[in-house]
């Protein structure tokens, strides 16, 4: 078996006994789906800038680009999120613009550095600001409550979190998701993992879905991050997914 076989091999046995668990070297989270407990130092901000591409049977899905806005207080996380959206439907053509805004604050409630173990909550609210009669947004608001947590030791960090969207909209369903993803420090530069996600029905007449995504964070500098992801769905309507940015930190 594979370096990746191993990790996925313990990532999915972390998953079927419950942990759902930051890197040394960045604050975790993007570029994953899974969230991390972790928000940035006090007056510090984080500002993740990626291009992201799900590839659907008869539709691509681009943000080109997201900007990502976290600010960091005391055990505390503020977090803007302005996607520009691009849509290409295989028989309507393609329409872009803005999509959805998001809003959001993390909340660190716990933080044993002896036992590197943290827990925390990340409530956020999607606010409906993209044209859906263009295709554009989900066509309604929605909010989000996860609990997250996550365990460190020598090189390696499992992360993860749990939690349920509402949602309005004709066509969208309230749904259930899981996430974890396990990472290692392959040097003082380069961090990499394997995600596991899944969540229950988004939409009517759509099925649950489970994916994966390999990827990693490679330190550019100080303040400078490549961010990168590539995945698939292994349950569900999501094929193909991509994400590749920048992440900018100030502390």
């Given amino acids: 078996m594979g370096y990746y076989g191993k990790l996925m091999k313990?990532?999915?046995?972390?998953?079927?006994i419950g942990w759902l668990l930051t890197i040394h070297l960045a604050r975790a989270g993007p570029p994953f789906?899974?969230?991390d407990p972790e928000p940035p130092p006090p007056g510090g901000w984080e500002i993740n800038?990626?291009?992201?591409i799900e590839r659907t049977p008869g539709e691509t899905d681009m943000n080109t680009p997201l900007f990502d806005l976290n600010y960091g207080l005391p055990n505390i996380q503020l977090k803007l999120e302005i996607p520009v959206e691009i849509i290409h439907d295989d028989a309507d053509g393609t329409v872009g613009g803005a999509g959805d805004l998001v809003l959001g604050v993390k909340w660190r409630f716990l933080n044993n550095e002896r036992s590197q173990f943290q827990l925390g909550t990340y409530p956020q609210v999607?606010?409906?600001t993209g044209n859906h009669s263009r295709g554009l947004g989900q066509g309604g608001s929605a909010f989000e409550f996860p609990l997250i947590a996550q365990k460190n030791w020598d090189k390696w960090t499992l992360y993860g979190n749990v939690g349920y969207w509402w949602q309005a909209g004709a066509e969208n369903r309230d749904y259930v998701?899981?996430?974890?993803v396990l990472e290692r420090d392959i040097n003082e530069r380069l961090t990499l993992g394997v995600e596991l996600f899944?969540?229950?029905?988004?939409?009517?007449?759509?099925?649950?879905?489970?994916?994966?995504?390999?990827?990693?964070?490679?330190?550019l500098n100080k303040?400078?991050?490549?961010?990168?992801?590539?995945?698939r769905d292994i349950v569900g309507d999501t094929h193909a997914m991509a994400y590749i940015g920048l992440q900018f930190l100030t502390k």
């Fill in 10 to 16: 313990i990532c999915c046995a972390m998953v079927g």
């Fill in 223 to 231: 303040h400078l991050n490549l961010l990168f992801t590539g995945g």
């Fill in 177 to 180: 998701y899981a996430g974890a």
């Fill in 49 to 52: 800038v990626p291009f992201i």
């Fill in 33 to 35: 789906v899974t969230e």
């Fill in 198 to 219: 899944g969540n229950s029905p988004k939409e009517r007449g759509r099925r649950s879905e489970l994916a994966f995504n390999v990827g990693g964070i490679w330190k």
């Fill in 126 to 128: 999607l606010v409906p």
